[in-house]
């Protein structure tokens, strides 16, 4: 079965750091894309970030560029998102998905075909 | 930046059929995905590349994409298809999401 399951999501202080993990199985993880995804309370779905299978390439959003960080660790089936600089609006159920790709004639185009859970992040004094 | 533009809510009855628009400039022009959320889950692909199910998605889900409107139609809808929809595109290295339709099945 394709599992995803995040962790790390806790109460963190305005301009606080977390670390969020997702752990992969069911699948071979070094073979897909990323992604982390965003939902704010009583909100829509929000994109965060996108990595490559062998994390060569990133795409983030523009309003958590130069503060978050994702990675992953292909040997431990693993993703990552470092938050730094944790604003209140950053508050959010943060979701881990696997990306599934089709390609135009121009491009790829990215989207995810399996979510985790998520883990809640609460950025408050 | 690009913007996907849905309606914040449709109604249905039972057994009836319901469309669920997404536009966006030229979106035909680009994929679009569809994803369901009940309330109190994570969200679920149910439509990929316009037009494709996933395995397990039900046939009564389908959708279509053209000149700068994508529709998701739930046909023969049921109680259990109440929830909110967010259509999503892939623009310039970003993922954009629709800001989401709640479907109410009355």
């Known amino acids: 079965e394709v599992q995803l399951v995040e962790s790390g999501g806790g109460l963190v202080q305005p301009g606080g750091s977390l670390r969020l993990s997702c752990a992969a199985s069911?699948?071979?993880?070094?073979?897909?894309?990323m992604s982390w995804v965003r939902q704010a309370p009583g909100k829509g779905l929000e994109w965060v970030a996108n990595?490559?299978?062998?994390?060569?390439?990133?795409y983030y959003v523009d309003f958590v560029k130069g503060r978050f960080t994702i990675s992953r660790d292909n040997a431990k089936n693993s993703l990552y998102l470092q938050m730094n600089s944790l604003r209140a609006e950053d508050t959010a159920v943060y979701y881990c998905a696997r990306v599934g790709t089709v390609a135009t004639i121009y491009y790829y185009n990215y989207y995810m075909d399996v979510w985790g859970k998520g883990t809640t992040v609460t950025v408050s004094s | 930046s690009y913007e996907l533009t849905q309606p914040p809510s449709v109604s249905v009855s039972p057994g009836q059929t319901a469309s669920i628009t997404c536009s966006g400039d030229k979106l035909g022009d680009k994929y679009a995905f569809w994803y369901q959320q009940r309330p109190g889950q994570s969200p679920l692909l149910v439509i990929y590349?316009?037009?494709k199910r996933p395995s397990g998605i039900p046939e009564r889900f389908s959708g279509s994409n053209s000149g700068n409107t994508a529709t998701l139609t739930i046909s023969g809808t049921q109680a259990m298809d109440e929830a909110d929809y967010y259509c999503?595109?892939?623009?310039?290295?970003?993922?954009?999401f629709g800001g989401g339709t709640k479907l109410t099945v009355l």
């Open positions: 990595i490559k299978q062998d994390g060569s390439e990133k």
């Open positions: 590349q316009d037009t």
């Open positions: 999503q595109a892939w623009d310039s290295s970003t993922a954009v």
């Open positions: 069911g699948f071979t993880f070094s073979s897909y894309w």
